[in-house]
């Protein structure tokens, strides 16, 4: 299990290092979703699976919205990979900083963070993750409801600014 969780680890820096290199949105979207889910595998590794769940709808929902508004931004036909000279640079120097940082913190961050949720399972009636669920629905519902209201607000926004024809608002740029 240590060795999937470093795994995920690895693939959550690869896909920020990918999302901060930025080629073209199709890509950062890419490599966001990686990111996002990578992530969601190290939560599910220390016992939320609940959480991780949760967490990756609303971001998956989120970025489907960031991507329909970016990609009818910026839509090129011929959009920049990660191959490239220029974005390669990025992606170079982004590695060479995190693996410079890691060098800084490396003594000793792995003796006490591999504790899972649920230690003493032999001990416990309920899973770890139950009682964050009921506190999110409890204090968090509001939010919860909010939060979807204005996603379904930026869809619509979305939409509207990128509507066909000569009826939209960026169109007459």
Same mark, same amino acid.
């Given at each position: 299990?240590?060795?999937? =969780?470093?795994?995920?680890?690895?693939?959550?820096?690869?896909?920020?290092?990918?999302?901060?290199?930025?080629?073209?949105?199709?890509?950062?979207?890419? /490599?966001?979703? *990686?990111?996002? @889910?990578?992530?969601?595998?190290? +939560?599910? /590794?220390?016992?939320?699976?609940?959480?991780?769940?949760?967490? &990756?709808?609303?971001? +998956?929902?989120?970025?489907?919205?960031?991507?329909?508004?970016?990609?009818?931004?910026?839509?090129?036909? &011929?959009?920049?990979?990660?191959? #490239?000279? %220029?974005?390669?640079?990025?992606?170079?120097?982004?590695? =060479?900083? =995190? *693996?410079?940082?890691? @060098?800084?913190?490396?003594?000793?961050?792995?003796?006490?963070?591999?504790? !899972? *949720? #649920?230690? &003493?399972?032999? &001990?416990?009636? +309920?899973?770890? #993750?139950? %009682?964050?669920?009921?506190?999110?629905?409890?204090?968090?519902?509001?939010?919860?409801?909010?939060?979807?209201?204005? $996603?379904?607000?930026?869809?619509?926004?979305?939409?509207? +600014?990128?509507?066909? $024809?000569?009826?939209? !608002?960026?169109?007459?740029?």
């Amino acid at each position: 299990m240590t060795y999937l =969780v470093s795994l995920f680890l690895l693939g959550l820096v690869l896909g920020l290092v990918a999302v901060a290199s930025n080629p073209a949105p199709y890509f950062a979207a890419l /490599g966001l979703v *990686v990111a996002a @889910g990578v992530g969601c595998g190290v +939560l599910v /590794g220390h016992g939320g699976s609940f959480l991780s769940l949760v967490l &990756f709808l609303i971001y +998956l929902g989120g970025m489907l919205v960031v991507f329909a508004y970016s990609a009818a931004l910026a839509a090129e036909p &011929f959009p920049e990979s990660w191959g #490239d000279r %220029s974005v390669l640079g990025y992606v170079v120097v982004y590695t =060479v900083g =995190v *693996v410079l940082v890691a @060098g800084l913190f490396w003594g000793g961050w792995y003796e006490t963070s591999w504790v !899972a *949720v #649920d230690e &003493f399972k032999e &001990f416990s009636v +309920l899973r770890g #993750d139950t %009682s964050g669920v009921a506190l999110m629905y409890s204090h968090g519902g509001g939010m919860l409801i909010a939060c979807a209201w204005v $996603l379904l607000l930026t869809l619509f926004v979305v939409l509207e +600014l990128t509507r066909g $024809l000569s009826r939209g !608002a960026l169109r007459a740029v």
